[in-house]
């Protein structure tokens, strides 16, 4: 059966899509359109380019944090003192690293550019902080004088996945200047609207796929410091333009992964977590699907 998938921001945790897709593929759910953010930006791009869910997990089970993480050079000695360039390179790692990796894997399908792709079949949604807007890749291109036939597919996952402060922000070439794109889990973490949308008739069944437990379940933030503070900052950031949209009607088509206790950037996982991981999101999968109605 043929659907549209869209898969939220979480970092490592993204782990947990690859036991989603696992099951739906068993059962014999195609995606045809594919929309994601961060971390669901790399696993949309992998299923649009032809990944199944056996190829997709060997390359992430194989991926090694330094072949991601290209820290900056630093002159200072010590490495409290390595956070000082963020003040003006503005991520603690290059993020081109990271671009690499997912460009290699795509090159494997024959895919480069969003015209490798079908016209369509791929989202990718960033965050334009010199403008303070969504951009939606490859759809907003055009207001940036840019054609998307010769974009690259890896370097739109990488604006997507630029969380702030941790990888430096991709600088973009446009007509008008240079333009500030970050994470787009900034403006949009789960960006369930792009394919379903109130009193617009779906072209096929729309899955959502989101690592955290659903809204009714999600603990409130606690906040004793600084730190925890920012944290709910930036959570509450996120979220709240997504959970506004999404209505109990929108949430029979979500499958909420909680993975609690793993942090977004933790990519020093063992290979326990990482199996737990993949685990959680087959599990809830099959949960999910015993009832879903279309």
Request: glycine share 8%; charged share 25%; net charge positive.
């Amino acid at each position: 059966m043929d659907i549209d998938g869209v898969f939220s921001g979480g970092g490592i945790k993204g782990l947990a899509f690859v036991g989603a897709y696992q099951e739906l593929e068993k059962r014999g759910y195609r995606f045809k359109r594919l929309a994601g953010t961060s971390a669901g930006s790399i696993v949309a791009a992998m299923i649009a380019a032809g990944y199944n869910s056996k190829e997709m997990l060997d390359e992430l089970n194989s991926l090694e944090a330094e072949e991601i993480l290209d820290e900056q050079r630093s002159i200072f000695p010590f490495k409290f003192i390595k956070w000082i360039p963020i003040y003006w390179r503005l991520g603690l790692y290059k993020g081109q690293a990271l671009e690499n990796w997912i460009d290699e894997r795509l090159k494997k399908k024959g895919v480069k550019t969003f015209g490798d792709l079908p016209p369509g079949g791929l989202r990718v949604v960033a965050s334009n902080l010199t403008n303070g807007k969504i951009l939606i890749i490859p759809d907003d291109l055009y207001k940036y004088n840019i054609p998307f036939e010769s974009f690259s597919v890896a370097k739109a996952v990488r604006m997507s996945c630029s969380l702030p402060y941790f990888f430096e922000p991709v600088r973009l070439k446009t007509s008008e200047g240079k333009v500030i794109i970050v994470d787009g889990g900034v403006l949009s973490n789960f960006p369930m609207w792009l394919f379903d949308q109130e009193n617009v008739k779906k072209i096929r069944p729309v899955l959502g796929l989101k690592l955290s437990p659903d809204y009714k379940n999600i603990p409130p933030n606690e906040i004793n410091n600084a730190l925890q503070m920012f944290e709910a900052l930036f959570t509450t950031m996120k979220d709240a333009h997504d959970a506004r949209y999404i209505s109990r009607k929108h949430e029979k088509n979500i499958i909420f992964i909680p993975t609690e206790g793993i942090l977004t950037t933790e990519f020093g996982l063992t290979e326990e977590k990482k199996q737990e991981l993949v685990n959680i999101g087959r599990e809830q999968t099959i949960k999910f699907l015993q009832k879903w109605t279309y």
